[in-house]
């Protein structure tokens, strides 16, 4: 398959290390601005992220009696500029990084505040703790990007004589675009609203674009894939802009895409958006989610493929979702060793964290553990009651059974009204179930 | 608790990779999918075991032998093996297996730049080898389910090192013959290592198929590869090699790795070599049973491709990957195509009789069951 957008170099990350000292505020901010400027962003979303680095960093000052030595590394992501800040033995407390977040008057919280409004300050604001990136913040700014209208070609493409091969970066934007103009907002993610963006993502290596094209030029279908994570790719189609052959167009996509993702580090593969003309046997059915969109029932089919064999793994359970995980592992053949988990009075973290990922086409909501705590039964209500209020439609829960700690947060999980619904394997560090929310 | 500094020690290009997690033992998958047997048609492996002179061998490999170390150039195979092509002991080099010997050819000839040129849906090594040490691995569609030597051709650039053809291919079988092989050699013209993987050869009846160690002496750029893995039946021992003209070689021999085939292998070996009567044995047993497999999965209305070797490629009418856990609970094990970029294809090695009759048996139950898809 002859490549079209390439993926980038990335040896240009910028580094900064200083130590946390009030004092090298102004180099902190001179770094923040120069660095995301000369990676793309604009003044207003440059500003923005120099306000995060600002309030990150003051707080980590605040932080530390004694200065310590925090490393600051901008990061090119192409359609994003990604700023980390990774420090060692600087303790913190992460309540900021809930989504219900909110300042109490007390002196505690007010020493969070600057983390609450980097958080705001910026599209996505993470912890990362592990092995061999150590201990830190990430803030990602992404760049703003004009919407395109949606469009559809005058002359409908052939499939006869097509050749499968990754587009450029032109032909990228007529390709989404003729999705946008010939499909429902349903079966395709909201980056494809902007093209350049879609360019940026490809070029970033984050998106991979497959297209049928035939001789003479035209689009006559394609899929896309995006990494979610190391085990798994997620996939988008396959769109068709063919009128006469559509289902075998449709299988040799599939294939061409599966055999392009074949030898990548995942082990899996899902559909996220499928259309209609997806081709029978190539994905299995996980389970259905009923959706609530646009006052509608909609049904969202979780489909999913092995792109390896399944050497079978060993997964947290606690004992109360344990009979749900034997019937799922049970119906779809995967073997699996199930090690019982339970809080046992252990000291915990006073405070706990959850993430949440919008998917504003789908009115939909995950939400993910981040960090556990004692408060998590009051956090995750909190929660609920912050999305129902801004009218979510669709709130679900994942939580990954290769973590010990995530699998123990069942009884409080249970306590927020979700039900367990669907296991994806290898989601995760193992395998995730994701939960339903009652009423 | 002392803690190493891993975000300092590990460079960055080796933190993207991803671990390669090997399949688990067998008792593992047993207990894993919960089943008392387990069938293995996953690897190509000879179902009769190894020849009777290495049988013998590795039963009386007296346990105190494993305190002196082997021969560190496998002396006495490469002795005996020379005498049996008429070649200088010096054109062999032995490795832990031939995915050793893959690894000792691309570090010789590539640098920073270079490129390798291989097909699309072959043994993935060559790629992985490229790929993980930072080269660039093209890769040729198939066509007709074997390489195709004119895109190969194409596709050469001024930093093309090496082109590695797999010839039986796995999975799908098929071969160049000896007027199309010497086609390809004569216009790379010595200009590029030229890679011939035989590992399936003895395999191959076959009266237009090349023996690629008659040709160095006319192609010094050819270099093969053979294994005792599969025909003779040594997999677990781990032991291969490649041949090549004695200038090639030597550059080769300057990146392997010494004393890394055990000496218990290199017996057993010794003793394979010459055994006619076990490679004809092993080939009636092959021809029998793809014949009974290709007949039944045609009787269960299954498109089949089988041409040389111990193995079977069959397309399902679902994924692949899901037939692999459906088989692994009825306790036979077979290899998914995904991998080798034939989604929904498996491949099945030629085992047992009764292995035979069970995948059928297994295969016929879950495709009456149908697929979730």
Known sequence: MQSGVKMQDRKTDIRLSVETDIKFLPLVLSFSESSSRIFGLQDADAL???????????????????????????????????????????????????????????????????????????????????????????????????????????????????????????????????????????????????????????????????????????????????????????????YIFVEEGRAGLAERLVAELISAVARSEA????????????????????????????????????????????????????????????????????????????????????????????????????????????????????????????????????????????????????????????????????????????? | MLTVPLTTLVPEYIKKFETYIPSRPDPELMKLYQVDHLWRLNNNENPLGPPEGSARIIEQFPPKRSSIYPSGDSYYLRVKLAERFDLDPDQIIFGNGANEAIAFVIKAFCQEGDNIITADKTFAVYEWVAEFSGFEARLVP?????????????????????????????????????????????????????????AYCEFVEAPDYPDGMKLFKEYPNLVTFRTFSKMYALAGLRIGYLAGSRDVVDVIRRTCIVYSVNGLAQEAALAAIGDDEHVARTRRHVNVEKSYLLRELAALGLETHAGEGCYVMVKLPMSDTLVYRRLMAKGVMIRTMTGFRFPNWIRVSIGVHEAMEAFITSLGEILAEGNNG
């Open chain 1, 48 to 238: 923005r992220l120099t306000l995060a680095s600002e309030e990150v960093f003051a707080y980590l000052c605040r932080m530390t009696k004694d200065p310590k030595q925090v490393t600051l590394t901008m990061v090119n992501g192409f359609y994003y500029a990604l700023l980390t800040f990774a420090f060692e033995g600087i303790d913190f407390d992460p309540r900021a990084f809930n989504l219900t977040a909110n300042v109490s008057p007390d002196e505690e919280g007010l020493e969070e505040m600057g983390l609450l409004i980097a958080a705001r300050s910026v599209d996505r604001m993470s912890i990362f703790h592990n092995a061999m990136e150590g201990t830190g913040f990430a803030l990602i700014k992404e760049k703003t990007y004009p919407a395109a209208d949606p469009w559809r070609s005058e002359e409908v493409p052939r499939a006869d004589g097509v050749t499968f091969g990754s587009p450029d970066a032109e032909e990228i934007k007529v390709f989404v675009r003729s999705i946008a103009g010939g499909y429902s907002s349903f079966v395709y993610p909201q980056d494809f609203r902007y093209p350049g963006k879609v360019v940026d993502m490809v070029q970033s290596g984050e998106y991979g674009v497959l297209t049928a094209r035939e001789p003479k030029g035209g689009i006559a279908g394609g899929m896309v894939w995006r990494s979610s994570g190391t085990s798994m790719i997620e996939c988008y189609g396959p």
């Open chain 1, 267 to 439: 082990v899996c593969l899902m559909n996220r958006y499928a259309t209609d003309d997806l081709p029978p046997g190539y994905f299995e059915t996980l389970g259905t989610i009923d959706f609530a969109l646009a006052g509608e029932k909609r049904p969202w089919k979780f489909l999913f493929r092995q792109l390896r064999e399944d050497p079978g793994c060993r997964v947290y359970s606690h004992a109360g979702m344990e009979d749900f995980l034997k019937s799922q592992y049970k119906k779809h053949f995967l073997a699996r060793q199930i090690v019982p988990v339970a809080y046992e009075g252990e000291r915990q973290n006073p405070h706990s964290v959850f993430g949440a990922a919008f998917q504003q086409n789908q009115d939909l909501v995950v939400l993910l553990p981040l960090w556990d705590g004692a408060d998590a039964r009051e956090n995750l209500a909190r929660h609920i009651e912050a999305l129902r209020a801004e009218g979510i439609a669709n709130i679900l829960l994942r939580i990954d059974l290769g973590h010990g700690w995530q699998a123990r947060l069942y009884p409080v999980i249970e306590a927020g009204g979700f039900t367990p619904s669907i296991v994806i394997p290898y989601r995760g560090k193992a395998d995730c179930v994701l939960f339903t929310l009652k009423g």
């Open chain 2, 142 to 198: 198939l066509k007709d389910f074997g390489f195709d030597d004119e895109q190969m051709l194409a596709r050469i650039d001024e930093r093309t090192k090496i082109l590695f053809v797999c010839n039986p291919n796995n999975p799908t079988g098929t071969y160049w013959d000896e007027p199309k092989l010497r086609r390809f050699l004569d216009t790379v013209a010595g200009r590029q290592i030229v890679v011939v993987d035989e």
